[in-house]
C-alpha cells in the first residue's frame, strides 16, 4: 500500500526532504504513529543504505502511541544532476504481541501468512542557495526570509533535540531492561556456585573429621 497512510500506521511527513549541502550531513525526522489498540512493530528500508544512516530502524509502537525516526543523509562529495533524487524508502509495518526487545527474524515475512502493510517515501533534496535579488525592495524581502529562515530552522533543531531526548530516553529503558535480566540471570548462576562450593567444602571438612586417626594417650 502506497502513500504515508495505512491501517496501522500514519507517517508524517509524507516525503523525506534534505537540504542538500556538498560534504555536509543533512537529517529529517518522521513521526510515525501505531493507529491501533495492537502493539505495531516497524522496519525501515531503503534502496540506498550505504547514503543514509536511520535510527532506530526497527521497533515496536504502544497501541495509540508514536515515535520519531530520524533519517540522516551522509555527506556527499558530489551534487546529485540537477537536484534530482531517485532513492526511496519503504517503511514496513505489522501486529505483533507485545514490546518485546528483540523482534523474531520473520516479523516482516509475507511468506509465513503475517499481515505486513508498506509505506513508501520518496525523497527530495532542496537547494540552500537562492538568486540574490537586485533592488533595495528584493534586499530587505530577502533579508526578512533569511531571518524568517533562521527562527525556523532554530525552532526545527530545538524540536528535533526534544525528539531525539525522547527517543534516546526510550532507548535507555530497553537497555536498562536488558541489563536487568541479565544481572537477575548472573546473580543465579553466582549463587548456584556458591552453594555448591559450600556444599563441597562442608563435605570434605565432614570427611576429614571422621577419616582422622583417634589420639591414644600414654602415662610414663
Given at each position: 500500500m502506497t502513500g504515508a497512510t495505512n491501517q496501522?500506521?500514519?507517517?508524517?511527513?509524507?516525503?523525506?526532504?534534505?537540504?542538500?549541502?556538498?560534504?555536509k550531513q543533512s537529517y529529517c525526522d518522521l513521526?510515525?504513529?501505531?493507529?491501533?489498540?495492537?502493539?505495531?512493530?516497524?522496519?525501515?528500508?531503503?534502496?540506498?543504505?550505504?547514503?543514509y544512516f536511520v535510527r532506530p530502524n526497527t521497533g515496536v509502537i504502544h497501541p495509540w502511541d508514536s515515535c520519531f525516526i530520524r533519517v540522516t543523509l551522509q555527506a556527499q562529495k558530489e551534487y546529485p544532476s540537477d537536484m534530482q533524487c531517485k532513492d526511496k524508502f519503504l517503511?514496513?509495518?505489522?501486529?505483533?504481541?507485545?514490546?518485546a526487545d528483540e523482534l523474531p527474524p520473520d516479523t516482516f515475512n509475507k511468506d509465513s501468512g503475517r499481515n505486513v502493510e508498506e509505506c513508501k517515501l520518496r525523497v527530495v533534496y532542496i537547494s540552500p542557495?537562492?538568486?540574490?535579488?537586485?533592488?533595495?525592495?528584493?534586499?530587505?524581502?530577502?533579508?526578512?526570509?533569511?531571518?524568517?529562515?533562521?527562527?525556523?530552522?532554530?525552532?526545527?533543531?530545538?524540536?528535533?533535540?526534544?525528539?531525539?531526548t525522547q527517543q534516546l530516553q526510550q532507548e535507555l529503558e530497553v537497555l536498562?531492561?536488558?541489563?536487568?535480566?541479565?544481572?537477575?540471570?548472573?546473580?543465579?548462576?553466582?549463587?548456584?556456585?556458591?552453594?555448591g562450593l559450600?556444599?563441597?567444602m562442608v563435605g570434605f571438612l565432614f570427611k576429614l573429621l571422621m577419616s582422622s586417626p583417634s589420639t591414644e594417650i600414654v602415662d610414663f
Open positions: 496501522f500506521i500514519s507517517v508524517s511527513p509524507e516525503e523525506l526532504k534534505f537540504q542538500f549541502e556538498q560534504e513521526k510515525v504513529t501505531n493507529s491501533t489498540e495492537s502493539y505495531v512493530a516497524f522496519k525501515v528500508k531503503t534502496t540506498s543504505p550505504k547514503k517503511l514496513q509495518s505489522t501486529i505483533v504481541n507485545s514490546d542557495h537562492s538568486s540574490p535579488g537586485h533592488s533595495e525592495n528584493a534586499f530587505k524581502q530577502s533579508s526578512d526570509g533569511n531571518s524568517s529562515q533562521a527562527v525556523q530552522r532554530a525552532r526545527d533543531e530545538r524540536d528535533a533535540l526534544f525528539r531525539q536498562k531492561r536488558q541489563k536487568r535480566r541479565r544481572s537477575d540471570l548472573g546473580f543465579s548462576l553466582k549463587f548456584a556456585l556458591l552453594v559450600i556444599g563441597l
